[in-house]
């Protein structure tokens, strides 16, 4: 899928451990978000477009993980 010029795929995770959700971003350039599938589906959308902003705000190429996650949660 598409979404304003980003490919990506969305896996549900029906036992996912830790976070509601995360993003990988794989050797073709293109990113796999993970959602915790328990989740309600607003509460679904919510953590798309948070993993959604890490890619869109290139944090991939950050290195400092605690104050990526501190700017995306304000």
């Known amino acids: 899928m598409y979404y304003r010029g980003i490919q990506y795929n969305v896996i549900l995770?029906?036992?996912a451990e830790g976070g509601l959700g995360s993003v990988w971003h794989n050797s073709d350039d293109s990113y796999t978000i993970f959602i915790?599938?328990?989740?309600?589906r607003a509460k679904q959308k919510e953590v798309f477009m948070q993993e959604?902003?890490?890619?869109k705000n290139n944090d991939f190429e950050k290195e400092d993980v605690q104050e990526?996650?501190?700017?995306?949660?304000?």
């Open 36 to 40: 915790d599938a328990k989740l309600n």
């Open 52 to 55: 959604m902003n890490h890619i």
């Open 68 to 74: 990526i996650e501190h700017k995306a949660h304000l």
């Open 13 to 15: 995770l029906g036992n």
